[in-house]
């Protein structure tokens, strides 16, 4: 599964995982086949870091730093994605379902 722009991800530093982040942005490096990686790392306070990836590293392949093993790993939601038929708007009437706007209304005491 490749990982792209507004994936979460979690960044493993020498083996171990470090932080999480958001892919901002993969724009082409100077260098053929090479990325510029915009990561917003979501620490307190927010950085954004810029790292020059290949394919591979963005998906998962580790790499190293400055001699630092590193490797970016995608997060996938644990929550099962519920997908529903959209309704048509005639559904609710033959329901018998009513619709009750909450704008405007008062708080009952």
């Not at 590293?57 to 490797?71: H, K, L």
């Not at 996938?76 to 209304?105: F, H, L, M």
Request: net charge neutral; charged share 25%; hydrophobic share 40%.
């Amino acid at each position: 599964m490749a990982t792209g722009i507004n994936d979460l991800v979690l960044v493993h530093i020498d083996k171990k995982p470090a932080f999480y982040a958001r892919l901002e942005d993969v724009s082409p490096d100077n260098k053929p086949g090479w990325w510029q990686v915009k990561l917003l790392v979501l620490n307190l306070p927010l950085q954004v870091y810029t790292w020059i990836l290949e394919d591979a590293q963005i998906n998962g392949t580790p790499f190293t730093m400055g001699g630092t093993p590193v490797a970016i790993e995608k997060v996938v939601s644990p929550v099962e994605k519920v997908v529903t038929p959209p309704q048509e708007p005639n559904d609710a009437k033959q329901s018998g379902a009513k619709v009750i706007s909450i704008i405007g209304r008062k708080k009952e005491e």
